[in-house]
Nanobody
């Protein structure tokens, strides 16, 4: 059974930092594209960052460029999202996702991903 489990969310003040982790199990994800999405109440799921296998990319949503960094450790079957200079608008549930086969133009579309974690809440206060 495939599992993606996120951790590291929580409350933080604006300007602060958090590190989100995603641990994968049940199959190897080293050939998959891994990504982070987020969703705020009443809004559509939004692409945050993505990374191809062998660390290709990475790619970021416009709202997080220069502040967030995605990385992966294929040996540990995990992906990390380092978030700095957090803003209240970064608040939401953050999801880890994996896609075995995806092209660049589809990376930003949450519907292209086959595996999802349960999400971890990030709340940034002003």
């Amino acid at each position: 059974q495939v599992h993606l489990v996120e951790s590291g969310g929580g409350p933080v003040q604006a300007g602060g930092s958090l590190r989100l982790s995603c641990a994968a199990s049940g199959r190897t994800f080293r050939r998959d594209t891994m990504a982070w999405f987020r969703q705020a109440p009443g809004k559509e799921r939004e692409f945050v960052a993505g990374i191809f296998r062998s660390n290709g990319g990475p790619y970021y949503g416009d709202s997080v460029k220069g502040r967030f960094t995605i990385s992966r450790d294929n040996d540990k079957n995990s992906v990390i999202l380092d978030m700095n200079s957090l803003k209240p608008e970064d608040t939401g549930t953050y999801y880890c996702a994996a896609a075995p086969t995806i092209i660049l133009s589809s990376m930003f579309d949450y519907r292209r991903y086959d595996y999802w974690g349960q999400g971890t809440q990030v709340t940034v206060s002003s």
